[in-house]
């Protein structure tokens, strides 16, 4: 039986493995050369999937090994307003020592978040209004 996760050849392998918190896998992928800021689908980076979860080895890791700190998504959210927006401190404070900056304001997500609950909101006064009798 192979113990490899399946994805182990995709092209965001590394993004992947950072998001599961894989650690040995993520240092494997790095020492057989693969791009630290490789990037998946979404625009994420392992570095911003790894602040995400709080992984902070994963992180310390990546940014040892040329992981660039300020890369955006496509949101335009970096890993640490990821990390802020998911309440992982630890990180936060990890990804300050290291010299991230992030938004000055809400990130993207929290821009987002907040306009879907307000549409939310506004959909359920509008019918509520159309059910009174």
Request: hydrophobic share 35%.
């Amino acid at each position: 039986m192979n113990s490899q996760p399946l994805y182990i050849n995709d092209p965001d392998a590394l993004v992947t493995a950072a998001y599961e918190g894989e650690f040995d896998l993520v240092r494997l992928l790095i020492s057989g050369g693969a791009n630290p800021n490789v990037t998946n689908e979404h625009g994420d980076t392992a570095v911003m999937l790894a602040a995400e979860h709080g992984y902070d080895a994963i992180v310390e890791f990546l940014l040892d090994h040329g992981a660039e700190i300020d890369v955006k998504d496509q949101d335009g959210d970096t890993a640490l307003d990821i990390a802020r927006y998911h309440e992982c401190k630890d990180t936060v404070s990890l990804l300050l020592t290291r010299g991230a900056t992030g938004s000055d304001g809400p990130s993207a997500k929290e821009r987002m978040m907040d306009a879907y609950y307000d549409a939310c909101e506004q959909a359920n006064a509008i019918k509520l209004r159309q059910n009174k009798p």
